[in-house]
Structure formats: C-alpha cells, structure tokens
C-alpha cells in the first residue's frame, strides 16, 4: 500500500540520522569533561583523588554514553510511533506495522550504543592531546562526516543503505 511504501522511504532516509545522535551527543559530554577539567584547572586534583584513573575515565564515559544512547532510543521511538501512527488507518486489518523493522532494531539496539562508545573514546583521547576541548569537538565531530555523505548520497538516491551497510558500520 501506500502507507507501507512512504514509511519504508522514511525509515530508510530518516535511520542515518538518528544514528548521528549517538556518535554526536557524546562527543560534545566527554571532550568537555576532560578537556574542561584541564581548562578549568580542577583535572590535577581530580587525580589526586583515591579513584584511579581507569574509574574516573569509565565514569565520565558512562556520563557520556548513558544518556546519549537514551535520548537516541526515545528518538527512535517516538519517529517509529508516529509513523505507525500515520500508517495505521491505510493497513488492512491485522497487517504489521511498519516500524520498527529489521534494520532500525538493529540500528538502535547494536549499533547506536557501540557508535556513543565510538564517539565518546575519540573525544576523550582528542582531548587528552588537543589543550581547547572546543578544538577536541571539532576533531571528534569530523567522524560524523562520512555518515553524513552516506545519508545525502540515499537521499538523492545513489546508495540504499540496509542491514547490511549498518552490520558494516
């Protein structure tokens, strides 16, 4: 029907996106967390505390990475539901709903989490060298690039990025 095949297309072209919310979010969290630390001149007494290094480094990492992949699940959430939603009345009586389909399950229960994990270790090591953590961010936020490409070039109708394309990622 043509419920089915708009929000096939929307879910196709609207996954990348929110895959960026899990790289993105946590980027911005940890290369402020450690490289305001040092800024700000309080990362030399945080050492001195009896928490090792690894314990502070996982704890900013799960302050980071936490929310981040949260915030991409209602996200997906809350798009699967209104597309439903919005399908719903043109189904015939006891077809599926639409999303989430096989791709965005696994987009959001594999790979966003591993993508915060991803984004938050770059801006923690970026920002263990770069002295600005604005710079780290900057650094760190190149990574989202060719996810970027990777959605313009669907959109417009060069690439169809599936299951396949987001087990790679």
């Known amino acids: 029907t043509k419920a089915e095949v708009l929000a096939t ?12 919310l ?32 690894l314990d502070i480094i996982l704890s900013k990492s799960a302050a980071a990475v936490g929310p981040s992949v949260v915030i991409t699940w209602v996200g997906a959430l809350a798009f699967c539901g209104g597309i439903d939603l919005l399908a ?37 090591v970026l920002s263990s060298v770069v002295a600005d953590p604005r710079a780290a961010q900057n650094l760190a ?9 990777g959605l313009v070039a669907q959109i417009v109708g060069r690439v169809s990025l599936g299951l396949g394309f987001y087990a790679a990622l």
């Open 22 to 53: 899990p790289i993105f979010l946590p980027m911005l969290v940890a290369a402020q967390s450690v490289g305001g630390e040092r800024e700000r001149r309080t990362l030399e007494p945080l050492l001195a505390t009896p928490a090792s290094t």
């Open 88 to 124: 719903m009345p043109q189904l015939p009586p006891g077809a599926p709903l639409p999303l989430p389909d096989a791709a965005w399950l696994f987009a959001a229960v594999v790979v966003a989490p591993l993508l915060a994990l991803f984004g938050n270790t770059l801006a923690v």
């Open 9 to 20: 297309l929307l879910a196709r072209n609207w996954l990348p996106m929110f895959l960026i």
């Open 141 to 149: 936020g190149m990574t989202v690039v060719p996810l970027l490409g």
